[in-house]
């Protein structure tokens, strides 16, 4: 009689924990019923500064961030549900408050992305937005050496934000 007491416990228990893990993971994400598929065109790197594989390399994080982050499936079609397409616009160093005669103490970098997504299912969840972010480094401190540490605090950044505009905002 008390493994009976036990088993119910244990199944009320595992039961809340895997409800609370459940909505957890799925952070606010609300998707249409209806929509089942995305696509992402190769981004373009409109950026002059900007390192050459920067395009490549952010698509390729997208579609990861949307695949492991949503119930939908990447499709290569424009005939997608949710068709994301993007360019990198910007790639900028900036000394911050530098002083005459004197090396910067700080610098910056700051990355640009224009995203358009098309939502063939409801066409007022389509937007047009460009996302930017920065980071500092050090003046002493040369880009090459910072670079790719920079690059992904900015694009996870950067990331996040069109996740987020994509698929809390507007459901």
């Known amino acids: ?21 459940g909505c957890y993971s799925f952070r606010g994400v609300t998707i249409s019923p209806e929509t089942k598929t995305f696509s992402v065109s190769l981004f373009s790197n409109n950026a002059q500064a900007a390192p050459p594989t920067l395009a490549q390399n ?8 949307i695949r492991n982050n ?24 900036q000394a911050i408050a530098p002083q005459p005669g004197q090396v910067a103490q700080t610098n910056q970098l700051r990355i640009a992305i ?10 007022k969840g389509s937007w047009k937005q460009t996302f930017t972010f920065q980071a500092d480094f050090p003046g002493t401190a040369q880009l090459l050496q ?3 540490q920079l690059i992904k605090t900015i694009t996870d950044k950067i990331l996040e934000d069109i996740f987020n505009k994509a698929f809390t905002e507007n459901w």
């Open 1 to 21: 009689m008390n493994w009976i007491k036990n088993s119910r416990f244990l199944f009320l228990f595992c039961s809340i924990i895997e409800l609370n893990v």
């Open 58 to 65: 952010f698509t390729e994080r997208l579609k990861d961030k």
């Open 70 to 93: 949503t119930r939908l499936s990447l499709v290569n079609s424009e005939s997608a549900d949710l068709v994301f397409v993007g360019q990198v616009v910007g790639y900028d160093v």
């Open 114 to 123: 224009n995203v358009e997504l098309t939502d063939n299912k409801n066409e």
């Open 146 to 148: 910072v670079q790719e």
